[in-house]
């Protein structure tokens, strides 16, 4: 068993996570693999996010008169968590704040990951605790990765993502890595948002009011997933804007910086502030299956 990753295994289904930012890096039914893996277009397969999701102005983050510097996504993704679990069904990873992490983000905190797999799919739990004396603002986020095409003879047109109930409400869009500050109108027909690399020409897709809590991503035969969230509060939709083989559904509590947001870091929108002594505990499942 190796140190630095670590496969769960259900009936057909497998998966593999890294120790390295609690990543998931395969996603199997024996057949098919569903997670993107981490090609020359994009050297991720399924980070998490965290403390932000989006960026900040400059790459800063304010607080209390002191600036930090804090890239795109925060430092989860690269930070390597300890195992906490190793079962063939279940894990658990942590990240604690620590002198590193105390020089780009001045909060106390754990971080833990729990990955379950069962014959159907897979479950991500992600508890955020505040282990400080002060409110914790932070926010968290899914960016997994999945092969688009699914299945390769395909085209990338063929898919669509489906919805639990219709999307009508407009959606925000990202100028520079920030959130412009006009809304759009909604791409999604109903409930159905056809897919085509040229939605992404203005980079991702942010449902910041979205209703639905699950989507589902397939075409019309062949393999398929369904993705449900519980905690997040928008969706984030992505794919390289010059094409790439692969289609993110980003579970988000949060969101860039808006354009023109330059302030305290804890008065930025979109933030959890959990209390000294308290935690948040979101979570998300892939479901995968063919037609």
């Known amino acids: 068993m190796s140190d630095d990753t670590h496969s ?4 057909s289904l497998t998966a593999t996570i890294k120790a390295q930012g609690a990543e998931l890096c395969s996603l199997k039914d024996g057949v098919t693999e569903f997670v993107w893996q981490a090609g020359p277009e994009w050297p991720r397969h399924a ?8 960026r900040l102005p400059r790459d800063e983050l304010r607080h209390r008169g002191r600036t930090y510097r804090m890239t795109q996504h925060g430092f989860a993704r690269d930070s390597r968590f300890a ?40 479950d991500l739990t992600l508890v955020i605790a505040n282990t400080g004396k002060e409110t914790l603002p932070a926010s968290i986020g899914g960016h997994p990765a999945f092969n688009w095409p699914l299945q390769s003879e395909l085209a990338k047109e063929s898919y669509a993502l489906t919805f639990a109930g219709a999307e009508s409400s407009p ?28 939605l992404f020409t203005d980079d ?37 804007p010059s094409g790439a083989p692969f ?27 959990i209390a000294a002594g308290a935690e948040e ?5 892939i479901e995968v299956g063919s037609s």
């Open 8 to 11: 769960l295994r259900s009936g």
């Open 47 to 54: 980070p998490l996010l965290f403390p932000i999701v989006g």
């Open 83 to 122: 195992w906490t679990e190793r079962g063939e069904r279940r894990c658990a990873l942590v990240l604690e704040d620590s002198e590193t992490t105390r020089e780009l983000y001045a909060f106390a905190f754990r971080l833990t990951a729990i990955y379950m797999l069962d014959d159907a799919g897979l």
């Open 171 to 198: 959606v925000r869009r990202l100028d520079g890595g920030l959130l412009r500050p006009a809304m759009e109108p909604s791409p999604v027909k109903g409930a159905v948002l056809p897919l085509s690399e040229s």
């Open 204 to 240: 991702a897709v942010i449902f910041d009011r979205i209703e639905s809590n699950a989507v589902r991503y397939a075409a019309s035969t062949g393999p398929w997933l369904k993705m449900s969230w519980r905690g997040f509060r928008e969706l984030g939709v992505w794919s390289k």
């Open 247 to 273: 289609l993110c559904i980003e579970p988000w509590r949060g969101y860039a910086s808006p354009a023109g947001f330059d302030g305290e870091f804890s008065d930025k929108p979109g933030l959890m502030h």
């Open 281 to 285: 505990q979101l979570s998300f499942r």
